[in-house]
């Protein structure tokens, strides 16, 4: 079974530009997360989101969105981009049970953005 | 927020077993303990979760203390391979059922 894919791999932009990215979850799964890693912060979580509805949200300003498609694809979008956001972004599929305590979460390779 | 605390680092001889500690003091009962790997700029790979019972699987065991205030995850026969920051993460109902990574543990392992 494929694992978590994320397009593109690496992305370069500059300050002020916006930027997409794009998350395939495991065949299966539903419920995507988002989650941002800088050397100075860590691994953060952004959002989750299930049956194309955000279920959980992070402490990230609004530049930072996303959406899930009727097929459990995910995007995340980060307007007017800041020096501060280049990172690596990861995504992470779960296949969602009756107990959300016990869907473990499978992660892709990630995007690594930097910020010009 | 993590709720967890773990060693900055540790080294480990090949061939080895790696005993990883996690402290959890605060974990409350429905909380289910998790351990992830991160090698280098790669994607977090999940190891093992347990509730209250010790675990095992195929990469590794997972020994919960009684009280559950603390675990150790065990790298049975460590390779070089296993070379990488470990996560120890604490999720349940309390945390939105979401995965709040702490510094985890970078473990060397050492030929």
């Known amino acids: 079974k494929a694992g978590v894919t994320q397009t593109p791999r690496y992305l370069i932009k500059t300050r002020g530009q916006q930027v997409t990215l794009s998350c395939s979850p495991i065949s299966g799964h539903r419920s995507v997360s988002w989650y941002q890693q800088t050397p100075g912060q860590g691994l953060q979580f952004l959002f989750e989101?299930?049956?194309?509805?955000?279920?959980n949200k992070g402490n990230f300003p609004g530049r930072f969105s996303g959406r899930q498609f009727s097929n459990s694809r995910s995007e995340m979008n980060v307007s007017t981009l800041e020096l501060g956001d280049s990172a690596l972004y990861l995504c992470?599929?779960?296949?969602?049970?009756?107990?959300?305590?016990?869907?473990?979460?499978?992660f892709g390779p990630g995007t690594r953005l930097t910020v010009l | 927020d993590a709720k967890t605390t773990q060693p900055p680092s540790m080294d480990c001889a090949e061939g080895r077993a790696a005993n990883l500690p996690c402290n959890h003091s605060?974990?409350?009962?429905?909380?289910?303990v998790y351990w992830y790997r991160q090698i280098h700029s790669q994607g977090p790979q999940y190891i093992i979760h347990?509730?209250?019972n010790n675990e095992t699987n195929e990469m590794a065991s997972l020994i919960i203390t009684e009280d559950r205030k603390s675990s150790t995850l065990i790298l049975p026969h460590a390779t070089l391979r296993d070379t990488a920051v470990y996560y120890c993460?604490?999720?349940?109902?309390?945390?939105?059922?979401?995965?709040?990574f702490g510094t985890g543990t970078s473990l060397t392992v050492i030929p």
């Open positions: 989101y299930f049956s194309e509805t955000q279920r």
């Open positions: 347990g509730l209250k």
């Open positions: 993460i604490v999720r349940g109902p309390n945390t939105g059922n979401q995965f709040y």
């Open positions: 992470a599929s779960s296949r969602p049970s009756g107990s959300g305590s016990t869907d473990t979460q499978y």
């Open positions: 605060t974990i409350s009962g429905n909380e289910y």
